[in-house]
């Protein structure tokens, strides 16, 4: 398995800022990735994040709007700039381990105000 | 592009009965079929999952079956438990290399004492 961890786990944004989640897992994995899950909806992939290339993002979904670092094989970030309410949503970081299991972090819950 | 459907949208059960969760996907090329609890405040948890070269896996009360031909997997909970009671999904890769998941809608399942 892997623990996942992510920052903030909750936070509350003005409209118009950005906000900078962290995911750091506890071993080495090639593939992490980024889901939105809005309120009392389904998970959407926003982008697979590659350690030493740029992110590849999903129909929808757009660098400008959500950068993403990867700067090594245990840790990335995702940005979600210039925030709208539209945009409060769960974000969740997830890893595929070396067996090819998928898990998920707890997720970091975003309220814009 | 890959499409899961999942049924039924809620589910109740009494404590002790069985439970049955549905989905369809759409690419036969999709090889991993992961299911996912998700509590209340919290990330999906993995439970258990399938690849396409196994019909049926059981961990405990929960298994998974799948059908290749007819494209569709299920869970089965057996012997309930109040707190099995949560948000189910499902999920199917999109078979592009990595495990890019693509989500049911979820299942909410309550198990009544």
């Known amino acids: 398995s892997a623990v996942i961890s992510q920052k903030p786990s909750r936070d509350i944004c003005q409209r118009g800022t950005s906000l900078t989640i962290q995911c750091q897992v506890d071993?080495?994995?090639?593939?992490m990735f980024w889901y939105r899950q809005q309120p009392g909806q389904s998970l959407t992939l926003i982008a697979t994040?590659?350690?030493?290339?740029?992110?590849?993002?999903e129909s929808g979904f757009v660098i400008d709007k959500f950068p993403i670092s990867r700067p090594n094989l245990t840790f990335s970030t995702l940005t979600v700039s210039n925030m709208s309410p539209e945009d409060s949503s769960i974000y969740l970081c997830s890893v595929e381990t070396n067996g090819n299991t998928i898990y998920f972090g707890e997720g970091s819950w975003l309220t814009v105000v | 592009g890959e499409n899961v459907e999942q049924h039924p949208s809620t589910l109740s059960v009494q404590e002790g009965d069985s439970a049955v969760i549905k989905c369809t996907y759409s690419?036969?090329?999709?090889?991993?079929f992961p299911w996912y609890k998700q509590e209340l405040g919290k990330g999906p948890q993995l439970i258990i999952d399938?690849?396409?070269?196994?019909g049926e896996k059981k961990d405990q009360r929960i298994a998974v079956t799948l059908n290749k031909t007819a494209k569709h997997f299920s869970l089965h909970i057996t012997e309930t438990q109040p707190e099995d009671s949560a948000v189910y999904f499902c999920?199917?890769?999109?078979?592009?290399?990595?495990?890019?998941?693509?989500f049911g809608t979820g299942t909410r399942l309550l198990v009544s004492p």
């Open positions: 994040a590659n350690q030493g290339s740029e992110a590849t993002y």
């Open positions: 071993s080495q994995v090639t593939m």
């Open positions: 690419d036969s090329a999709s090889n991993y």
């Open positions: 399938i690849r396409s070269n196994v």
């Open positions: 999920a199917a890769s999109s078979g592009t290399g990595f495990q890019k998941l693509v």
